[in-house]
């Protein structure tokens, strides 16, 4: 909308007229991010319009407002409407919030990310019903919507026309995808599946309860999704599980990975989990740790849990300490380091399809794998975006894969 506008996107240290800074407000680190974000704006242009829109402005826009330096909060709903606020460059003198209740909301305003040639992310879904105890997102996004797949479909044939190689399906909850249209995630890929291109599909982020058989199972025998899943856990204890009120338990999330590395045994598994919830035990933790030691799963985002405002979990009274929290959050580190090497080393050895990335780092390319393996090999320009089989040589200190020969895959539409 800018750039119709007649504006040009600039370096953030290039003293823009404009900052638009997007927040999330999972953690209380993001939320000091944006307040180290609106000082190093000033410090660039102290003259600049500052602009603060996304989750953190829909749950906290008066704070926002106390920013020295921001002009405009906008809520979730309003950040669509950004132009409509900014009818000339410069500082306004006193901060305008526009903020509405995001819960009425039904709407879904779709969009994709572009200017990276090689990847783009499609979100088909927004928000969530779930309210986790932990989660302020259905506070900040609002309830579970998307498109139909008729209009899904559209948007995702523009995608591609862009020429871009790898689309990443994303949203709040997209196992919930179609939910109020009498349809669902499964009809939506099988559709995805018969778009033309050369192009992959990568799922995001779903929800263990909603990665049914019948999902794993097409992903399994496609040949455009690729084997990689990223299932949040949170926690291994069920008793912790309960009390965060996810919508399943153990015993279950192992049955899903079971079932994904039966059919797929190079699949690629992230897993989120979440340390000292408050009640969390030592034996609690333990139990979660043993748990992911045992899965074949390939790597962790580990979360330090921080309390968040008009959640659930606030209201318990059993807080475990936040120098407790980091020691179990270092430990899952470990944990997913250690992971992640044992699932490289089950590759070395092995072909596999690389979509390499356009930068040039120190004279070296990188990319991925269809199974998210990190792909490192000596720099040539005519790899960029591109697809090339590659051999699986070895792993470098670092834990990147390094790559074997390459050889010239496309135009052959197989991966």
Known sequence: MFE????????????PDVYVINTCSVTQNADKECRLLVKRAMKTNPNAFVAVIGCYAQLKPTEIAEIPGVDLVLGANEKFNLLEY??????????????????????????????????????????????CAFCTIPLARGFS?????????????????TGVNEIVLTGVNIGDFGKHHNENFLQLIQ????????????????????LTDEIIEFVAHSKKFVPHFHVPLQSG????????RRRYNAGLYASRVNKIKQLMPDACIGVDVITGFPSESESDFMETYHFIQELPVSYL???????????????INEVVPMQERQRRTKMLNILS???????????????????????????????????????????????????????????????????????????????
């Open 237 to 244: 204890s069920d008793k912790i599980l309960h009390l965060m």
């Open 4 to 15: 119709n506008a007649g504006y040009a996107k600039v370096d953030f240290s290039d003293t």
């Open 301 to 315: 985002h580990v979360f330090t849990y921080s309390e968040r405002a008009n959640t659930t979990a606030i209201r």
């Open 191 to 210: 559709e995805l599946e018969m778009l033309d291109g050369k192009h992959r599909y990568r799922i995001s982020s779903i929800e263990p309860n909603l």
């Open 86 to 131: 900014i009818d000339e460059r410069g500082k306004k003198g006193k901060t305008q919030i526009e903020n509405e209740e995001i819960k009425t909301t039904r709407e879904f305003v779709p969009s994709f990310s572009f200017g990276e040639r090689t990847r783009t992310f499609l979100k088909v879904q927004d928000g969530c019903d779930y309210f």
């Open 145 to 161: 919507r998307s498109n139909n797949i008729a209009k899904t479909i559209a948007h995702a044939k523009q995608v591609i026309d």
């Open 337 to 415: 380091e250690k992971k992640r090497r044992a699932f490289y080393e089950t590759q070395n050895g092995k072909c596999k399809t690389v979509l390499f990335e356009s930068e040039e780092d120190n004279g070296k390319i990188s990319g991925f794998t269809e199974n998210y393996v990190k792909v490192i090999h000596t720099y040539d320009a005519s790899l960029a975006n591109t697809f090339r089989k590659v051999h699986l040589t070895g792993i470098s200190t670092g834990g990147h894969m390094f790559a074997g020969p390459v050889e010239i895959l496309y135009p052959t539409n197989q991966h």
